[in-house]
């Protein structure tokens, strides 16, 4: 079935250091791509978008990299603080409606102080 | 950012007995919204997608009759679990989306543990 995985289980930095979080999806048809941070016994916190006319998209401190011939998802956090310690979810929807979200494994993310 | 709310943020009961848990979008109305289960140290998997004023959407696998859920008004969706085993025990997540994004905007999630 379809699915959207993760190359990196968990990823640990040092505070200051830039984080780089890796998704592969497996659906050619998806046209936009979110990522969520999950904090323990909380539910998912809306990061970053991006859909699939673009390659690159920037927030605040995270920036959302997009490669479709690879089908290739990424985060960057740049300086990344303890406060980013979480796990950080892809999802990917396919289905052009609003709905319809398949999300990834998951990658757990520690900042060392 | 919008606001979704889920009551209680925990519940602990019997197996047997039936829980209901509640979704609210508190600054906004959701036509639309979705019900999702994690279990510890996974992802999250798409229950079913919750209509107003229509029936919802299970996913395969999802048991309709023992998840019933209700979407009586655009701003609350409640999803009973009814005659709850220890296997049900889960993380339950809704979430909404604004109209007109595509962005959903989550519930803090419902700790079910069934006994």
């Known amino acids: 079935g379809e699915s959207v995985g993760l190359h990196l289980p968990t990823l640990s930095v040092q505070e200051g250091d830039n984080s780089i979080i890796n998704c592969a999806y497996s659906?050619?048809?998806?046209?936009?791509f979110i990522w969520y941070k999950q904090e323990s016994g909380k539910g998912p916190q809306f990061i970053i978008d991006i859909r699939s006319n673009m390659d690159k998209r920037q927030g605040q401190r995270v920036t959302v990299l997009l490669n479709k011939t690879v089908k290739h998802l990424s985060l960057q956090i740049a300086a990344t603080q303890p406060g980013d310690s979480a796990v950080y979810f892809c999802?990917?929807?396919?289905?052009?409606?609003?709905?319809?979200?398949?999300f990834g494994k998951g990658t757990k993310l520690s900042v060392k102080p | 950012g919008a606001v979704v709310s889920q009551h209680p943020s925990w519940v602990i009961c019997k197996s047997g007995t039936s829980v209901k848990i509640e979704c609210r979008s508190l600054d906004f109305q959701a036509t639309t919204m979705f019900w999702y289960r994690q279990f510890p140290k996974q992802s999250l998997m798409l229950m079913a997608t919750?209509?107003?004023?229509?029936?919802?959407?299970?996913e395969q696998g999802v048991e309709k009759d023992k998840f019933l859920i209700n979407h009586a008004s655009l701003t609350l969706s409640t999803l009973t679990v009814t005659s709850a085993h220890p296997e049900d025990s889960s993380f339950y997540i809704c979430s909404a989306p604004l109209r007109l994004y595509n962005e959903q905007f989550f519930g803090p999630g419902t700790r079910l543990t069934v006994l």
């Open positions: 919750s209509n107003e004023g229509s029936k919802a959407t299970y």
């Open positions: 999802a990917e929807n396919y289905g052009g409606s609003q709905g319809n979200l398949i």
């Open positions: 659906n050619s048809a998806s046209d936009y």
